[in-house]
C-alpha cells in the first residue's frame, strides 16, 4: 500500500484555503428528548430516533413533532429503537427486536425481520439505499451475526448482502459512485460490482475504517482511531487529509452540495473540505454546548443536510439551485422542452436511484420524481403550474447535482 504524506507547507497552505463555515440551524426539538442517533426523510416528513424515546416524526417542516411507534419496541426497551432509514415512501427502522417497516409514514410499523439476527449488541445500524436496493449496515461481526442485509423488495423479503468478507470483520459503511459500492470495515475495505451480491477486498486499503464517502471522483475514508485519507484511484493507494484529526474514535462522513461533512467524534467536532477530502476544517458554525462534541450520524436530503446530537436535530441549508457539471460525459436534456402532459429524461448514461427536481424561477423546489431507474424517465406533469424551470438531477448520497436544462410547462 502506498501511502502518501503532506509537506508541512502543504498542509498550511491547504488549511488556509478552507472558507468560513457553513451555518448550523437548530430544529429545537422538544426539551428532554435525545440524543438523536438518526435521521431520514420521507416525501414531506423528517424522522428522528430519540435514543430511549423511539422514532419521531414532523410533517410541518420542523415545527412540531409528534411520537411515531405504533407497533416499535420502545415501551420497557430504553434503547429499543437504534435507527431509521428510508426508501422512497417506505420507512424501516433498525430496532433491538429487529427489522421493522413502515409504509405509511410511521403511523404504525410491522416486524419484518424474518430470521436475521437481533439483539441489544447486533441490529441494523444503518441504511443505504442505491437504485432499487436497500441496505441494512449491522452492529456487530459477521459471525455473531452482523454484516449487510440486503433487499430488493423493500423489506418482504431479506438477504446477505456481505458475501465474500470474512466472519471476523464488522461493516462500519456503504457508499457508491454509480458503478461500484465500497464497504468500509473493521479490517479494511471492500468493492461490489453486482450491487452487494458479492465483495472482493481492496488489498491497498487493510486498514479499519469508521467510514467511507464518494466524493466527486475520490475515495474518502475516517481510519479508525488514526487520520482521513483520500484516494483518487478507487483505493489502490491513499493520501492523508491535511488539518484532519490523527486519533478519530469515531465517524461519519457525508457529501452535500460539492463539499464533504464529517463527524470527527474528538474536540474538533463536526469537520468540512470544499476540495474533495484534500484537507478539512472545524465546521462547528451555530451548534450549541455538548451539541459541538456530541455528534450522531449525518442524513442529506435534497437541499438539506440534517445532523442529530446530543441535544437537537441540526441543519445546513443548501443553495437549492446548486448543480455541477458532469466532466466528460454529455448530459442528457429534457425532451421537448416545451410540454404538456410529461418529458422524458435519457438517463441511462447516468447512475441508477437518482432523482428528477423542478426548481421554479425563484429557485425553489416544486417537483421531485425518485427513485429513477437508468433508463429513459418519463416525468409527468402532475399538476404543475404553466411556467419555466430548472431540470436537475440529482443523488442523494453522494451529494451530485447535474443541471439538465430547461422545461416549460404549456
Known amino acids: 500500500m502506498r501511502l502518501l504524506t503532506l509537506t508541512p507547507l502543504a498542509i498550511a497552505l491547504a488549511t488556509a484555503a478552507i472558507p468560513i463555515a457553513a451555518q448550523w440551524t437548530p430544529l429545537q426539538l422538544d426539551a428532554g428528548l435525545g440524543p438523536f442517533i438518526g435521521t431520514t426523510t420521507t416525501p414531506g416528513a423528517i424522522h428522528v430516533v430519540s435514543q430511549g424515546s423511539g422514532v419521531y416524526s414532523s410533517t410541518d417542516d420542523g415545527l412540531t413533532w409528534d411520537a411515531a411507534n405504533n407497533g416499535l419496541p420502545v415501551n420497557g426497551e430504553a434503547n429499543g429503537v ?72 423493500n423489506g418482504t423479503t431479506w438477504s446477505a448482502g456481505h458475501t465474500g468478507m470474512g466472519p471476523e470483520l464488522a461493516v462500519t459503511d456503504i457508499t457508491g459512485n454509480g458503478t461500484a459500492l465500497f ?103 451555530g451548534l450549541a454546548g455538548f451539541d459541538m462534541y456530541g455528534q450522531y450520524q449525518f442524513h442529506h436530503a435534497g437541499d438539506r443536510l440534517y445532523m442529530g446530537t446530543v441535544g437537537d436535530l441540526y441543519m445546513v441549508q443548501g443553495t437549492s439551485t446548486y448543480a455541477e457539471h458532469m466532466a466528460g460525459h454529455a448530459l442528457p436534456a429534457p425532451r421537448p422542452t416545451l410540454f404538456q402532459d410529461h418529458f422524458q429524461v ?41 411556467g419555466r424551470y430548472a431540470c436537475i438531477w440529482t443523488n442523494d448520497r453522494s451529494g451530485t447535482r447535474h443541471r439538465l436544462g430547461p422545461v416549460i410547462a404549456e
Open 82 to 153: 437504534r435507527s431509521v432509514g428510508a426508501a422512497g415512501g417506505t420507512l424501516f427502522a433498525g430496532t433491538t427486536s429487529g427489522i421493522h417497516r413502515s409504509t405509511n409514514g410511521g403511523a404504525s410499523w410491522t416486524n419484518v425481520n424474518g430470521s436475521l439476527t437481533a439483539n441489544d449488541n447486533v441490529y441494523a445500524a444503518k441504511w443505504r439505499t442505491f437504485g432499487g436496493t436497500t441496505l441494512a449496515v449491522f452492529s456487530g461481526t459477521i459471525a455473531n451475526g452482523g454484516g449487510i442485509a440486503r433487499t430488493t423488495d
Open 346 to 386: 435519457d438517463l441511462t448514461t447516468l447512475p441508477a436511484g437518482g432523482a428528477i427536481i423542478l426548481l421554479d424561477m425563484m429557485g425553489r423546489e416544486v417537483a421531485r420524481h425518485a427513485p429513477l431507474p437508468a433508463a429513459l424517465a418519463t416525468i409527468p406533469r402532475q399538476g404543475l403550474a404553466s
Open 183 to 285: 464497504a468500509a470495515t473493521t479490517i479494511g475495505l471492500f468493492r461490489s460490482d453486482d450491487m452487494a451480491a458479492t465483495w472482493t477486498a481492496v488489498a491497498a486499503a487493510n486498514f479499519s475504517m469508521h467510514a467511507v464517502e464518494w466524493a466527486n471522483g475520490r475515495l474518502v475514508c475516517i481510519v479508525a482511531g488514526g487520520n482521513y485519507r483520500f484516494s483518487t484511484d478507487e483505493g489502490q493507494s491513499w493520501t492523508v487529509s491535511a488539518g484532519s484529526p490523527d486519533d478519530s474514535p469515531k465517524g461519519e462522513l457525508c457529501a452535500f452540495e460539492g463539499k464533504l461533512y464529517a463527524i470527527s467524534g474528538t474536540t474538533l467536532g463536526c469537520m468540512w473540505s470544499t476540495d474533495d477530502g484534500t484537507s478539512f476544517g472545524p465546521n462547528n458554525v
